[in-house]
């Protein structure tokens, strides 16, 4: 079953693209048609093209591993925000700090701070500083919080990356593609879609495209979480159910040892019973 349809993008205005002239010749395969200057682009495959990357979404997070969603434009901040959050993936809407991938441990570090920040204040070591030390802290708190807040528990780099305007966040897309990182992305007309490796043509810039792309790909991750988490439990009932056999195992090989010992020490009783007998009676 489609993770969207046909007329789902449509009333979202997933297909208008942008104007005929500001258009890239590479997307030329996903668009269907010129209609007054702006090109149109073919829903059909923009279909398939979310069911491929919902698919492949969700191996990764049956796999346990992360997927990094980057959004900073205005119309898409808040959607993925609250759509990946939902699902319990790290995201970026605020500013795309140089680096965060190809630089990641200074970007652990930073995150850190922002921890160990968090522990002064816990245990009162934050009550011994000035008021203008405090000012400060609390400043550099808040600004590590507005732009590595959502990716304080990725401990390590992502498995790949779900970006939403391909030009916006082109230093993502060159940090991911620098290390190997595969490229989940909404394209729109006039964008290269070289260096993504699952496109998804669709209009990047309104807000219910936006919407209905992001959350039939969180749906998807939302599954594959699901069943690595029943997984995790099933394999747990049959440890559980294999260890009492185990346990029981043991004291029925000793028994079966001692009786073993047993039934050869009365054949040695008898074997002497029966050599000592004959020396008896010639003792006689």
């Not at 939902?86 to 200074?106: D, I």
């Not at 559980?240 to 039934?263: L, M, Q, S, Y």
Request: charged share 30%; aromatic share 6%; with cysteine.
């Amino acid at each position: 079953m489609s993770r969207t349809d046909f007329n789902t993008l449509l009333e979202a205005g997933a297909h208008f693209g942008h104007l005929k002239r500001k258009w890239n010749p590479k997307m030329a395969p996903y668009i269907f048609m010129e209609k007054n200057g702006i090109h149109i682009i073919d829903l059909h495959k923009t279909v398939l093209k979310i069911d491929e990357a919902a698919a492949a979404l969700k191996q990764i997070a049956k796999s346990g591993r992360r997927v990094l969603f980057v959004a900073t434009k205005k119309q898409a901040k808040e959607i993925v925000a609250e759509k990946v959050a939902a699902v319990g993936m790290p995201y970026v809407t605020e500013r795309w700090a140089g680096g965060m991938l190809t630089n990641f441990p200074t970007i652990r570090k930073a995150v850190k701070k922002m921890t160990t920040i968090d522990k002064m204040t816990a245990d009162g070591t934050f009550d011994n500083f000035s008021k203008r030390e405090k000012l400060q802290i609390a400043r550099q708190r808040a600004k590590l919080e507005k732009n590595l807040g959502s990716i304080a528990d990725l401990t390590r780099l992502p498995a790949a990356l779900f970006v939403v305007d391909v030009q916006k966040e082109a230093n993502a897309v060159k940090e991911a593609k620098r290390l190997s990182i595969p490229v989940f992305a909404m394209v729109d007309t006039c964008c290269d879609p070289t260096d993504i490796d699952y496109v998804i043509p669709a209009n990047d810039d309104a807000a219910k495209s936006i919407a209905v792309v992001v959350e039939a790909v969180c749906a998807a991750i939302a599954e594959g979480s699901e069943e690595r988490k029943l997984e995790k439990e099933k394999e747990a009932q049959e440890a559980e159910a294999e260890a009492p056999v185990k346990k029981e195992g043991k004291p029925r090989i000793k028994k079966a040892v001692k009786a073993g010992f047993d039934a050869e020490e009365e054949t040695l009783k008898e074997v002497v019973a029966a050599v000592e007998a004959p020396a008896a009676e010639v003792a006689e």
